[in-house]
């Protein structure tokens, strides 16, 4: 299996975005843009910072199920590789986005000038909680119970893939085989602090437990020469 890089392009501001794509551009990482960058600058700004090439949108959507189907149906237009909503708000909200993708595809087919119709990603446990910070939640399981329960929930309901710890690609890999897509934060390169993530692991260690794309963005996108950064990672990936 090979293992993909994501750079998550964490910044409200629509010049040092459409940079840092573009400096990356060409170099067989994919941009991330999430929920600070959309609110900034809407479905507008996205399309002017990714100029038609793949990418992963992460809003973690998380509301009853109608409205999270209406908020994918308005995302669709953009095109995005990736899409998030979050497996914590139940098989039904799973299910609404996936019906609404699969919709989409029934009427029409893809936007003008789109890639591919979004593979449906659900989050499990945020790479900032362990366990301490989800029991004061009422989740009385650790991490690794959660996002299990969590999977099997999303994966039924119709997801294409999880976003997880690396702490937990392996058991997946187990549990559920080759074909969902497992994104994976809380990746640090040797030597990087790890920040606000809680479970960290090395590009090299998570691609050898089985992630479909890793995803980095400090290490890369504070990096002196951010090429030099990704091309270390993506050489770490291909040596995995």
């Known amino acids: ?69 209406g908020a994918v149906r308005s995302i669709l237009p953009l095109s995005p590789t990736l899409l998030t909503v979050h497996a914590a708000g139940g098989a039904a909200l799973v299910a609404a986005a996936r019906g609404a993708i699969d919709s989409a595809i029934a009427e029409g087919g893809l936007p003008a000038g789109g890639h591919a119709w979004p593979r449906l990603l659900a989050v499990t446990v945020l790479t900032s909680l362990d366990g301490a910070a989800l029991a004061a939640t009422g989740v009385a399981d650790q991490p690794e119970a959660q996002v299990r329960r969590l999977a099997g929930l999303a994966l039924g309901a119709g997801a294409d893939g999880l976003v997880c710890s690396p702490h937990e690609v392996a058991m997946l890999r187990e549990a559920y085989g080759a074909d969902p897509v497992l994104v994976v934060p809380g990746i640090r390169p040797a030597g990087a602090a790890p920040g606000d993530q809680a479970r960290v692991m090395t590009p090299r260690e998570a691609a050898r437990a089985g992630a479909s794309w890793i995803v980095v963005g400090r290490p890369i996108t504070t990096a002196a020469d951010p090429e030099a950064a990704t091309q270390a990672i993506l050489d770490e990936l291909a040596a995995a």
């Open 1 to 69: 299996m090979t293992t993909g890089l994501i750079v998550a392009i964490d910044t409200p501001e629509l010049p040092q975005a459409q940079a840092m794509i573009g400096r990356l551009r060409g170099l067989g990482a994919m941009p991330k843009l999430g929920l600070e960058f959309f609110l900034a600058h809407g479905p507008a700004g996205v399309a002017a910072a990714v100029q038609g090439e793949p990418f992963f949108l992460d809003l973690k959507l998380h509301d009853i199920p109608n409205t999270v189907a």
